[in-house]
């Protein structure tokens, strides 16, 4: 299956750089284009025998370096791109940290449901003694609290390194974002969370969850059949979404679940 990926980062050579790396790294795998239509992509791809295919967003602006038309049209260029790729991969500048476009366009490609990773760029610069992955990762979550989800891989651009990590991650979010759940399998699952956190209660009256079913993927969207939706608490229902995350591994993608009452 071809994957299409969109590279979102705020320094236009940096972008280019990182392209330039992963088309090398994959050995003739991985192509790169300007199309504007899926289907050209798609056709694009298909002549050239690749798995996947990185789609130009050109790069977004620093806001203080360029007049705010500009700024308004790479980022609108960004979203189109979002919008045809199956994966987004958010890069941001280790040594800037996250940027408010990044945020933006991050929470654009949370709403349109797309799998995502966070990739941060040129690590090989980052005084090592003072900083480590896990404690730069911490801070970026900060920013990114809306897609907990996505995975954080340090890399270097630059020097390549870890850059052949990213497609490991690439095939497992794709795979997360694309996956599709039997409905057997699925209230199996529920009557786990069920049993292992009893729904609540208001007033006497228990939520009771009749069955679930997944009704699309990318993202997967879950539907939950219950007895009274005012019962089904934001709480709770992040503990459904928990357990699903956990027994599905999906990691890298959003996932909807849709409360209906029968």
Known sequence: KLINLDVVYNDYYGLREFTKSVINFLDN???????????????YAKENNFDYVLIDTAGIRKKN????????????????????????????????????????????AHEKGKAMIIGVNKWDLV???????ASY???????????????ILTLSAETGKRVDDIF??????????????????????????VAIVPP??????????YYGTEVKANPPTFVLFVNDKNLAHFSYIRHMENVFRKHFDLEGTPINIVVRQR
Request: net charge positive.
């Open 200 to 209: 609540p209660t208001d007033k006497g009256k228990r939520l009771k969850i």
């Open 168 to 193: 490991n991650l690439v095939n497992k979010v794709y795979a997360a974002n694309s996956l599709r759940v039997s409905t057997s399998v699925l209230n199996e699952i529920i009557m786990e969370a």
């Open 137 to 151: 990762a911490k801070e970026v979550r900060k920013s990114f609290k809306f897609m907990s989800y996505a995975p």
């Open 65 to 108: 370096k360029v007049y705010d038309d500009i700024e308004k049209y790479s980022i609108v260029k960004a979203r189109a791109a979002i919008d045809r790729a199956d994966v987004a991969i958010i890069l941001i500048d280790a040594l800037e940290g996250v940027t408010d476009q990044d945020e933006k366009i991050a929470g654009y």
């Open 29 to 43: 795998r991985c192509g790169y284009c300007y199309l504007s239509r899926l289907e050209e992509v798609a056709k």
């Open 127 to 133: 005084n090592k003694e003072e900083t480590t992955p």
